[in-house]
Every structure is written in structure tokens, then in C-alpha cells.
């Protein structure tokens, strides 16, 4: 089983940072690609970023070089660096892992980030 668990969600003010975290639980299934998708009311669920084991980024066009994508050597934790936070980035954060070989995206429960202004 595949369990991505996210942390470090919370409220800044806008010019703020933040720095979120996705750990997969340990997995018989080796893990593909992972990334960060984001939620916010009334809106569809969109990609923020996805890194994949060949090391290929991609970022949603709303970053505009204010995220940074990146895990750890193991590549079981996937990090999301957020700077010059903006209001309309709030929004529910939610990881996700992909195994190799499989159809299904695991996802976490989410992590909310609330960017006052």
C-alpha cells in the first residue's frame, strides 16, 4: 500500500514562505513520479508541481518560479518550497505518488494553506 501523509501547511501573509512536505509510507511498489496538486473552493483540483525519477519537473504556470520542487535521496519524501506567497494560493495541497507500472495515483489527505493579505 501506497500512503503519502503531507505536513507543513499553515497561514502566512502574502510575500510569506512556506515549505510542505509529503512522506510515502514504505512500499513494496517502487515510486514513479510525485508531486502537488492544489484545491480551492469552487475551483478544480490543479497540478502546482511533479518531479519524476528521471528528475523531469513540471510546474503549473501559476508558479511562475516562486515554487521549487524537490526529494530526498531516497526519493520516498517529496518537498514543496513555496515562496512570495499569494493570496490566491490558498488552497487545500494535496500529494500524490505513482508507482511504476500502474495505473492508480495514491493520494494524501491533504494540507491547507490559508495566505492572508
Known amino acids: 500500500q501506497v500512503q503519502p501523509v503531507e505536513s507543513g501547511g499553515g497561514s502566512v501573509q502574502a510575500g510569506g514562505s512556506l515549505r510542505l512536505s509529503c512522506t510515502v509510507s514504505?512500499?513494496?511498489?517502487?515510486?514513479?513520479?510525485m508531486g502537488w496538486y492544489r484545491q480551492s473552493p469552487g475551483k478544480q483540483r490543479e497540478l502546482v508541481a511533479s518531479?519524476?525519477?528521471?528528475?523531469?519537473?513540471n510546474y503549473g504556470d501559476f508558479v511562475e518560479g516562486r515554487f521549487t520542487i524537490s526529494t530526498n535521496k531516497v526519493r520516498d519524501t517529496v518537498y514543496l518550497q513555496m515562496n512570495n506567497l499569494k493570496p490566491e494560493d490558498t488552497a487545500i495541497y494535496y500529494c500524490?505518488?505513482?508507482?511504476?507500472?500502474?495505473?492508480?495515483?495514491?493520494w494524501g489527505q491533504g494540507t491547507q494553506v490559508t495566505v492572508s493579505s
Open positions: 500524490y505518488a505513482r508507482p511504476f507500472h500502474s495505473g492508480t495515483d495514491y
Open positions: 518531479i519524476a525519477i528521471s528528475k523531469d519537473v
Open positions: 514504505r512500499s513494496r511498489l517502487a515510486i514513479a513520479a
